[in-house]
């Protein structure tokens, strides 16, 4: 059997360079491989260990949730928001809901949006633990992966007790949630934050402070600031490259515009930079979460009254919100009946993952599946 | 000092000749004992002495594995704020146990396109290389199979094998992760094997021995006869490179980059299964005691006590599992501590810091002992 005689696969081009003393050959990646966390399925061009060439295959688990909301109302098309990007669901549960809310015209009450809000850094936090745990996992630190999902577990338990749910939450109403929080909520997410404060220091020291992690990302993976925009990538990734641009600062949704943050920066784009933007971004949500907290009003309604039947006016509504992977879009076709004519969800996964090839040419396998972690992509979300 | 061993060797040559009463002057106990009763040139004494010694090493190696791989997962889920195992046996110790007659009992699957004589064959060599090694390892004064006058020498030949049964496993069964895997494996203990001889190298120019249990007379006394110690900043940097060397010998995180799960997804045994499964990693475990038994025989004064009135003799082997004990839980604790490297920053230690770093070092001793300050 020879290894190398299967054909050029569909995304490279025919001519195979040929240097006359190495011979390429192709490695197919998935979809069922240990680091593209999910049914990713990534075609590899290599040279012994170095990459040549990357051709995602997507649509591995397309769901037609687009096509399937159609025939829905819109307060039942919201379970099908969790299952895009399910590590940000309490966030595209929103997108949906504030399209549906600017279409029917009405509003959230005060402690619906702080709700909202903190829950929706909960989310923010929770994703990114999720994203450093398996960062430590493909890059072999498997004690990191532990702790990860032990911090995060924390986050899920207080998600189960708001709304019974543990990782496809659909808790968010146009006109804001399923239901109030109950009174335990706040203590025990002021003492989850107290913890997470210092663990996560801790455990920063043991993957960021690694000289091996510093080594295996410095300089690789490297996404220029004009890359980033042609390519449409948005959330931390884009951020790393220097790209200044967080929705929750420029394009204020909710009431993120009455809470004090800082948008991490990082100025080279390689997979440290990610790495970094990401860890600080947790930061930033705790500090976001700390001061909803303090200000969040302790009764009134905490959602507004419906109508029985929602419907939206005949045009088209879009929202625009900042999940944990990047800006996702919702834009909503109305002809004025109980159920849209046409959603179509902007993912940002899809646009992160468009830059693989570009950004992984040249380095080595190893590099590959670090540029695949600290992209962060959740397969749902590219497919929908 | 190489004039009693040679005595010692001719003496011993010359009592299996004639066939002396028991003077506990060889190595290995068994043997002595079976010469005693069967008589020594005869097929029975030869069989029994075989016999005796194999099963010892069989008994011996898959014990050690099932130990290793219970401590690995306790130590690792302490590590990890878990429990481990807990529901076989008492807190769990029957879990490998239970894990291996599953292995055993599992179907040996093996691809359509895999070579069968290479698939099969490629098990066989790490189990091969690290028995081998175990029958030179001085467990106790009298507790060694055998004692090869080139014993340290005799270590380096066979540990090369181990790499033969990965390229070879890798290259039969016909996969291109095996195959990158294998290209690695080769590149990475050829490499690292060059620091971890230069390592032994350097306790044979100071004790001026080559048979391991020379090498353990030769660091007799207390806890500062140890070269370790012996051999103040020289000695403690040869065991620091002796232990990463063997880390990566041992294929282990960080320099686990043959088995990179998150890469390689498995490496070289991804086509494996069953019972071939089993044997890569009952030689992996094997060889970990080995590493771990050879930096206690050359660095850590192998079965002495830390200080010499706690020497009892026959009971030097605690001494030595306690050591080796020791440096079984650093690798342990490597594993659950560090990420991978990455192949070339692993090829980018070995050849531009191990090494010279190395040869640095063994000049240094070299340069020391010819002025005779110390080691003497």
Redesign the interface.
């Given at each position: 059997?020879d290894?190398v005689s299967c054909g050029v696969p569909p995304g490279f081009p025919d001519t195979a360079s040929n240097d006359g003393c190495t011979e390429e050959?192709y490695?197919?990646m998935g979809p069922q491989?240990?680091?593209t966390h999910g049914v990713l399925r990534l075609v590899v061009k290599?040279d012994?260990?170095t990459v040549k060439g990357v051709v995602p295959h997507l649509g591995y688990i397309h769901r037609s949730i687009e096509k399937m909301s159609e025939s829905q109302t819109y307060l039942q098309g919201i379970h099908l928001t969790d299952r895009l990007d399910y590590l940000s669901c309490h966030m595209t549960n929103l997108g949906l809901c504030m399209a549906v809310e600017k279409g029917a015209g009405f509003g959230v009450p005060e402690r619906g949006e702080y709700i909202r809000v903190i829950m929706c850094e909960l989310q923010r936090l929770q994703s990114h633990l999720l994203w450093w745990a398996t960062f430590?996992?493909?890059?072999?630190?498997?004690?990191?992966f532990?702790?990860g999902f032990?911090q995060r577990e924390q986050i899920t338990d207080l998600f189960e007790e708001v709304c019974g749910a543990r990782l496809t939450m659909n808790y968010f109403r146009p006109g804001g949630s399923s239901c109030d929080v109950p009174d335990t909520f706040i203590p025990r997410c002021e003492a989850v934050l107290e913890g997470m404060k210092v663990s996560l220091d801790e455990y920063e020291k043991?993957?960021g402070g690694?000289m091996?992690?510093q080594?295996?990302c410095q300089g690789i993976g490297v996404l220029s600031k004009e890359q980033a925009i042609s390519f449409g990538c948005s959330g931390p990734i884009a951020r790393a490259s220097g790209l200044d641009y967080d929705l929750r600062r420029d394009d204020p949704y909710s009431i993120y515009d009455r809470f004090d943050f800082d948008v991490p920066l990082g100025t080279t784009g390689d997979c440290y930079d990610r790495y970094t933007v990401r860890i600080e971004e947790m930061r930033q949500s705790m500090r976001i979460i700390e001061q909803a907290i303090k200000t969040m009003p302790s009764d009134g309604p905490y959602r507004s009254k419906l109508k029985p039947v929602v419907k939206i006016a005949e045009g088209h509504v879009y929202s625009n919100i900042e999940t944990a992977r990047g800006s996702f879009g919702t834009y909503i076709v109305s002809d004025k009946k109980t159920k849209p004519y046409r959603i179509k969800y902007r993912s940002p996964s899809f646009s992160n993952i468009s830059i693989l090839n570009d950004i992984s040419c040249g380095f080595?396998?190893?590099?590959l599946?670090t540029i695949l972690a600290t992209l962060d992509p959740v397969i749902p979300d590219i497919d929908r | 000092m190489t004039e009693p061993v040679i005595e010692k060797a001719v003496a011993v040559a010359v009592e299996v000749e004639t066939v002396p009463e028991t003077t506990w002057d060889n190595a290995n106990m068994i043997g002595e004992y079976v010469r005693d009763h069967f008589g020594a040139d005869t097929w029975l004494a030869w069989g029994a002495n075989a016999g005796i010694c194999i099963l010892a090493l069989v008994t011996l190696a898959s014990l050690t594995a099932m130990i290793l791989v219970y401590a690995e997962r306790k130590v690792?889920a302490r590590?990890?704020?878990?429990l481990g195992p807990t529901r076989t046996g008492p807190c769990g110790i029957l879990q490998t146990l239970a894990d291996g007659i599953k292995l055993f009992f599992k179907e040996g699957f093996k691809p359509k396109?895999a070579d069968f004589f290479t698939y099969y064959l490629a098990p066989f060599l790490p189990m091969v290389a690290s028995f081998l090694i175990l029958t030179v390892i001085p467990f106790d004064k009298h507790l060694q199979v055998a004692d090869p006058e080139l014993g340290i020498i005799f270590v380096a030949a066979i540990s090369g094998l181990a790499a033969f049964g990965l390229i070879i496993g890798s290259w039969g069964s016909?996969n291109?992760?095996a195959?990158?895997s294998g290209?690695?494996s080769g590149a990475q203990i050829i490499s690292y094997e060059v620091s971890l001889l230069l390592g032994m190298l350097l306790i044979v120019l100071v004790s001026g021995e080559t048979s391991l249990q020379g090498i353990i007379e030769s660091q007799s006394g207390n806890i500062v006869d140890w070269w370790i110690i012996k051999m103040p900043v020289v000695g403690f940097i040869a065991f620091i490179f002796f232990i990463i060397a063997s880390t990566a010998e041992l294929n282990r995180?960080?320099f686990?980059?043959v088995e990179?799960?998150?890469?390689l997804?498995g490496g070289f045994h991804v086509e494996y299964s069953g019972i071939c499964f089993s044997m890569f990693f009952l030689a992996e475990y094997v060889n970990m005691l080995i590493a771990a038994a050879l930096g206690v025989t050359l660095f850590l004064g192998g079965w002495h006590a830390p200080i010499e009135s706690w020497n009892v003799a026959g009971f030097g082997w605690i001494w030595f599992t306690l050591k080796t004990s020791a440096i079984l839980f650093a690798f342990i604790w490597f594993r659950?501590?560090?990420?991978?490297?990455?192949?070339?920053?692993m090829m980018d230690l070995e050849w531009k810091f191990l090494l010279p770093a190395s040869l640095v070092n063994l000049l240094i001793a070299g340069v020391l002992l010819s002025l005779g300050w110390y080691f003497t």
């Amino acid at each position: 059997m020879d290894l190398v005689s299967c054909g050029v696969p569909p995304g490279f081009p025919d001519t195979a360079s040929n240097d006359g003393c190495t011979e390429e050959f192709y490695l197919n990646m998935g979809p069922q491989h240990p680091s593209t966390h999910g049914v990713l399925r990534l075609v590899v061009k290599l040279d012994g260990e170095t990459v040549k060439g990357v051709v995602p295959h997507l649509g591995y688990i397309h769901r037609s949730i687009e096509k399937m909301s159609e025939s829905q109302t819109y307060l039942q098309g919201i379970h099908l928001t969790d299952r895009l990007d399910y590590l940000s669901c309490h966030m595209t549960n929103l997108g949906l809901c504030m399209a549906v809310e600017k279409g029917a015209g009405f509003g959230v009450p005060e402690r619906g949006e702080y709700i909202r809000v903190i829950m929706c850094e909960l989310q923010r936090l929770q994703s990114h633990l999720l994203w450093w745990a398996t960062f430590g996992m493909d890059l072999g630190a498997l004690t990191a992966f532990l702790y990860g999902f032990d911090q995060r577990e924390q986050i899920t338990d207080l998600f189960e007790e708001v709304c019974g749910a543990r990782l496809t939450m659909n808790y968010f109403r146009p006109g804001g949630s399923s239901c109030d929080v109950p009174d335990t909520f706040i203590p025990r997410c002021e003492a989850v934050l107290e913890g997470m404060k210092v663990s996560l220091d801790e455990y920063e020291k043991l993957v960021g402070g690694n000289m091996i992690v510093q080594e295996r990302c410095q300089g690789i993976g490297v996404l220029s600031k004009e890359q980033a925009i042609s390519f449409g990538c948005s959330g931390p990734i884009a951020r790393a490259s220097g790209l200044d641009y967080d929705l929750r600062r420029d394009d204020p949704y909710s009431i993120y515009d009455r809470f004090d943050f800082d948008v991490p920066l990082g100025t080279t784009g390689d997979c440290y930079d990610r790495y970094t933007v990401r860890i600080e971004e947790m930061r930033q949500s705790m500090r976001i979460i700390e001061q909803a907290i303090k200000t969040m009003p302790s009764d009134g309604p905490y959602r507004s009254k419906l109508k029985p039947v929602v419907k939206i006016a005949e045009g088209h509504v879009y929202s625009n919100i900042e999940t944990a992977r990047g800006s996702f879009g919702t834009y909503i076709v109305s002809d004025k009946k109980t159920k849209p004519y046409r959603i179509k969800y902007r993912s940002p996964s899809f646009s992160n993952i468009s830059i693989l090839n570009d950004i992984s040419c040249g380095f080595k396998i190893a590099d590959l599946v670090t540029i695949l972690a600290t992209l962060d992509p959740v397969i749902p979300d590219i497919d929908r | 000092m190489t004039e009693p061993v040679i005595e010692k060797a001719v003496a011993v040559a010359v009592e299996v000749e004639t066939v002396p009463e028991t003077t506990w002057d060889n190595a290995n106990m068994i043997g002595e004992y079976v010469r005693d009763h069967f008589g020594a040139d005869t097929w029975l004494a030869w069989g029994a002495n075989a016999g005796i010694c194999i099963l010892a090493l069989v008994t011996l190696a898959s014990l050690t594995a099932m130990i290793l791989v219970y401590a690995e997962r306790k130590v690792s889920a302490r590590m990890q704020r878990r429990l481990g195992p807990t529901r076989t046996g008492p807190c769990g110790i029957l879990q490998t146990l239970a894990d291996g007659i599953k292995l055993f009992f599992k179907e040996g699957f093996k691809p359509k396109s895999a070579d069968f004589f290479t698939y099969y064959l490629a098990p066989f060599l790490p189990m091969v290389a690290s028995f081998l090694i175990l029958t030179v390892i001085p467990f106790d004064k009298h507790l060694q199979v055998a004692d090869p006058e080139l014993g340290i020498i005799f270590v380096a030949a066979i540990s090369g094998l181990a790499a033969f049964g990965l390229i070879i496993g890798s290259w039969g069964s016909n996969n291109k992760y095996a195959l990158l895997s294998g290209m690695r494996s080769g590149a990475q203990i050829i490499s690292y094997e060059v620091s971890l001889l230069l390592g032994m190298l350097l306790i044979v120019l100071v004790s001026g021995e080559t048979s391991l249990q020379g090498i353990i007379e030769s660091q007799s006394g207390n806890i500062v006869d140890w070269w370790i110690i012996k051999m103040p900043v020289v000695g403690f940097i040869a065991f620091i490179f002796f232990i990463i060397a063997s880390t990566a010998e041992l294929n282990r995180t960080p320099f686990d980059t043959v088995e990179a799960e998150s890469e390689l997804a498995g490496g070289f045994h991804v086509e494996y299964s069953g019972i071939c499964f089993s044997m890569f990693f009952l030689a992996e475990y094997v060889n970990m005691l080995i590493a771990a038994a050879l930096g206690v025989t050359l660095f850590l004064g192998g079965w002495h006590a830390p200080i010499e009135s706690w020497n009892v003799a026959g009971f030097g082997w605690i001494w030595f599992t306690l050591k080796t004990s020791a440096i079984l839980f650093a690798f342990i604790w490597f594993r659950w501590t560090f990420p991978r490297l990455r192949i070339d920053q692993m090829m980018d230690l070995e050849w531009k810091f191990l090494l010279p770093a190395s040869l640095v070092n063994l000049l240094i001793a070299g340069v020391l002992l010819s002025l005779g300050w110390y080691f003497t």
